[in-house]
């Protein structure tokens, strides 16, 4: 994906919001015939610019680490306590959940430092 021509749907803003699909500079206008025309191409799918807010957003740049402290490692206390406990991955696929939850030798998943 890094290596294709392929749009970036998701935003990070902050470490609690995401833009998914967010407009471009270029959505405003476009050019027909050689002139600037005012309104959106409908020949163009329309961007969504949805706002969303978690308890926490982690972007391609995070490591497992980050995402361990950040989500699960308070998690292991409770569970030496004698409760249930559930690490749930969840994203489109390709995104990286595997990864994140088995990780690699030089970079141990979740289920690995848990």
Do not use: H
């Not at 919001?17 to 050019?31: G, S, Y």
């Not at 799918?45 to 490692?73: C, R, V």
């Not at 249930?84 to 990286?96: D, E, L, P, R, S």
Request: charged share 30%.
């Amino acid at each position: 994906e890094k290596t294709g021509a392929y749009d970036n749907i998701i935003s990070v803003i902050d470490r609690n919001m995401l833009i998914f699909d967010p407009k471009d500079n270029d959505d405003e206008c476009f050019f027909f015939k050689g002139k600037k025309q005012g309104r959106r191409d409908l020949n163009k799918k329309a961007k969504k610019d949805k706002t969303f807010t978690f308890d926490n957003i982690y972007d391609a740049d995070s490591t497992n680490q980050e995402i361990f402290e950040g989500t699960t490692k308070n998690v292991v206390g409770t569970l030496m306590e004698g409760y249930n406990c559930c690490v749930f991955a969840y994203g489109a696929t390709g995104a990286g959940k595997t990864f994140t939850m088995l990780g690699a030798k030089d970079k141990p998943g979740i289920i690995y430092l848990t």
